[in-house]
């Protein structure tokens, strides 16, 4: 059991802290030690979620086993980390020193008590579990990956076989939980329960926090009440079955969660970015250009809806971009690089 908690965080934190570290500091905003591992942490999970999409597709469509389709993935994200790992080294060693020789500088009174708040939905999502009517279906789906090595063969309700899988393998988070729980032997429902929760409340608060840098620059003050009052909004936010709270703290396990609290929310960071870049230096790096299709296939991932919902959010930064600036170059990149993820929705559209 130990061994799989331990194997559980090195999936859902170390490896995308490993994966996201060239991309954080080719962008070079990570001013401390912090920001750079908040900014890895974001960008890793984002790039993890956009290569499990179109190979986790592909094989349900080609009708592979589960564990086929796990060993596809897992061959591809060793080499895009090993190659990630290798430009952190040859290329941003100097950046990557330097940022972490710079000291932790103080959270002040503000920044400690989002971290409290943080902690204690954390700490509440461990020991409090949340029974939804989805879980029927989605946590099903994920166990009879792990159980009997195939996707979306079984009708979860009734166990009986599936004659039009469509409506769901368009958007395989599930399997990602079944993955998950394939490497670290803990139970798929411990997994979606208990491990997913925590991971993705860190990436909702790393996305916000992030967001915040671009908003008060190197005020650590207003930086820390936006995080204390975006943190209280999240916990008391449960009013509603239908919030985004609501999906964050109560539903986690599913992909809308992740949608709508981390994903799209990182996709107007993505936008806001590219805008400021431009403002500010009259050029976008291209790394923004390239992670906003990256995170139009993660979108696709949590939801089939979840690539329309990127596309029209990057085609609306699109818009103010070019009637505020009246240049065509980077709203015409970021309207053909947000693309490729319809390409889910519209073969959801054909095949149905």
């Given at each position: 059991m130990i061994l799989g908690i331990l194997i559980t965080i090195v999936i859902e934190l170390l490896l995308p802290i490993i994966t996201g570290l060239a991309v954080a500091l080719s962008l070079?905003?990570?001013?401390?030690?912090?920001?750079?591992?908040?900014?890895?942490?974001?960008?890793?999970?984002?790039?993890?979620?956009?290569?499990?999409?179109?190979?986790?597709?592909?094989?349900?469509?080609?009708?592979?086993?589960?564990?086929?389709?796990?060993?596809?993935?897992?061959?591809?994200?060793?080499?895009?980390?090993?190659?990630?790992?290798?430009?952190?080294?040859?290329?941003?060693?100097?950046?990557?020193?330097?940022?972490?020789?710079?000291?932790?500088?103080?959270?002040?009174m503000w920044g400690i008590a989002a971290l409290v708040i943080l902690g204690i939905m954390i700490l509440m999502s461990f020991i409090r579990t949340y029974y939804d009517g989805d879980d029927s279906y989605?946590?099903?789906?994920?166990?009879?990956?792990?159980?009997?090595?195939?996707?979306?063969?079984?009708?979860?309700?009734?166990?009986?076989p599936i004659l039009s899988?469509?409506?769901?393998?368009?958007?395989?988070?599930?399997?990602?939980?079944?993955?998950?729980?394939?490497?670290?032997?803990?139970?798929?429902?411990?997994?979606?329960?208990?491990?997913?929760?925590?991971?993705?409340?860190?990436?909702?608060?790393?996305?916000?926090?992030?967001?915040?840098?671009?908003m008060f620059k190197e005020d650590g003050k207003k930086r820390g009440m936006f995080m204390f009052l975006t943190m209280v909004l999240i916990m008391f936010g449960d009013y509603s079955i239908h919030t985004p709270e609501n999906f964050l703290l109560a539903r986690s396990r599913q992909g809308k969660a992740a949608l709508a609290s981390f994903v799209l929310p990182f996709m107007f960071f993505l936008i806001y970015g590219i805008i400021k870049d431009y403002n500010d230096r009259k050029k976008v790096h291209p790394i923004r250009i390239l992670m906003v299709m990256v995170t139009g296939f993660a979108g696709a991932l949590c939801s089939t809806l979840g690539g329309v919902l990127c596309v029209s959010l990057v085609l609306t930064g699109a818009l103010c971009m070019l009637l505020t600036y009246r240049k065509f170059k980077y709203p015409f990149l970021m309207a053909v690089c947000s693309m490729p993820c319809l390409i889910f929705p519209i073969l959801y559209f054909v095949m149905v």
């Open positions: 070079g905003e990570g001013r401390s030690k912090f920001d750079l591992l908040v900014q890895s942490f974001v960008y890793g999970q984002i790039i993890i979620y956009a290569l499990f999409q179109p190979i986790f597709v592909f094989a349900i469509l080609k009708d592979y086993r589960f564990s086929k389709a796990a060993m596809m993935f897992g061959a591809l994200l060793s080499v895009v980390v090993v190659a990630l790992m290798a430009l952190t080294l040859i290329k941003y060693r100097k950046d990557l020193i330097r940022t972490l020789k710079v000291k932790f500088s103080s959270p002040g989605y946590v099903a789906a994920a166990a009879e990956g792990v159980n009997s090595d195939s996707m979306y063969k079984k009708e979860p309700y009734t166990g009986d899988p469509y409506r769901y393998l368009f958007a395989p988070f599930p399997m990602w939980i079944a993955f998950i729980s394939k490497l670290s032997g803990i139970k798929v429902a411990a997994v979606a329960h208990t491990f997913m929760p925590w991971c993705m409340i860190l990436l909702s608060a790393a996305v916000l926090y992030m967001l915040s840098g671009y």
